[in-house]
Structure formats: C-alpha cells, structure tokens
C-alpha cells in the first residue's frame, strides 16, 4: 500500500523542551503504526526554527481521522502540549 495522504504538525518547541517532544514522538511511534487505521509512515523533523511530525496515510479520510483518535488525543497530544512554545500548525496534503 502506498502513502495516499500526509498529515504534517509542525511545532515550536523551545530547545529545552525538545528532548521531551523526541520522546513523545518515540514513544507513540510504534503504536500509531500499529494500531490507527490506514497509518504507513511517521518521521521526526527538526529545525532550528521548529519540529515537525510528518505522518503518511493510505487516504485522506484516515489522515484527518487519526486528529480525534483515542491515541491522539489522550495520549499524544496531552503529552506534547507541555513542550509547545505556540498552537502547532496541522496541515493535510494529498498526493496527486
């Protein structure tokens, strides 16, 4: 199967928080590829300037699914809220 759709949250993490925000990512990395419907990729981007997780899905419809799964907002985001220097910015993007 191949990646349909792409969720990118990028987040300003100041850098004293960002060993926390690996974590979260590192943490919750195998059971969103496990466990949430249509998931095939998860990456960690950092920059200077910000961290981002880009997530791949095999349609559009689990990419924006996956924002009011159990495992994102019981777990993932309450623990990465705690490092965000500003409101992440969520975008979906389908490949053409």
Known sequence: ?????????????NPENRAAAAKVYHD???????????????????????VQVIHGFDSMEHAKA??????????VAPSLKPTWAADPDIRFYEVA
């Open 1 to 13: 199967m191949s990646v349909r759709a792409y969720l990118q949250v990028t987040m300003t993490v």
């Open 28 to 50: 919750y990395r195998q059971p969103f590829l496990d466990t949430i419907e249509g998931a095939l990729t998860k990456e960690l981007l950092v920059r200077d300037e910000d």
């Open 66 to 75: 996956y924002l009011t799964s159990d495992l994102f907002t019981t777990k």
